[in-house]
């Protein structure tokens, strides 16, 4: 059974750094296509940032470009989030997500498109 588990969350002030790790187990990690989600209260899930299986290439929404770096360790069977210049809009549920094979760039994005979650870490960031 795949288990996926965040950590990492916390308070923080706006303009500094947290990095979020996800870790897997129950699946060969290397052949998922990994991305990181998050939802804030009264909003849907959105899609922060994304790492493909074999190359490698990354992908971000439009509000954490330039801001955020994803990153994976096979190895390790770890992904992460590094994330910079906080702000306040950045408070949410983050959660990882693993799809079930064959994901395509095009459904990248979609919630419905990862058939594995981790369980979410709160990032909150005051002013």
């Known amino acids: 059974q795949v288990q996926l588990v965040e950590s990492g969350g916390g308070l923080v002030q706006a303009g500094d750094s947290l990095r979020l790790s996800c870790t897997a187990s129950?699946?060969?990690?290397?052949?998922?296509?990994m991305t990181w989600f998050r939802q804030a209260p009264g909003k849907e899930r959105e899609f922060v940032a994304s790492i493909r299986r074999a190359s490698g290439h990354t992908y971000y929404g439009d509000s954490v470009k330039g801001r955020f770096t994803i990153s994976r360790d096979n190895a390790k069977t770890a992904m992460y989030l590094q994330m910079n210049s906080l702000q306040l809009g950045d408070t949410a549920i983050y959660y990882c997500?693993?799809?079930?094979?064959?994901?395509?760039?095009?459904?990248?994005?979609?919630?419905?498109?990862?058939?594995?979650w981790g369980q979410g870490t709160q990032v909150t960031v005051s002013s």
């Open positions: 129950g699946t060969t990690f290397s052949a998922r296509h």
């Open positions: 997500a693993a799809d079930r094979g064959g994901l395509i760039l095009s459904a990248m994005a979609r919630p419905s498109s990862y058939a594995y």
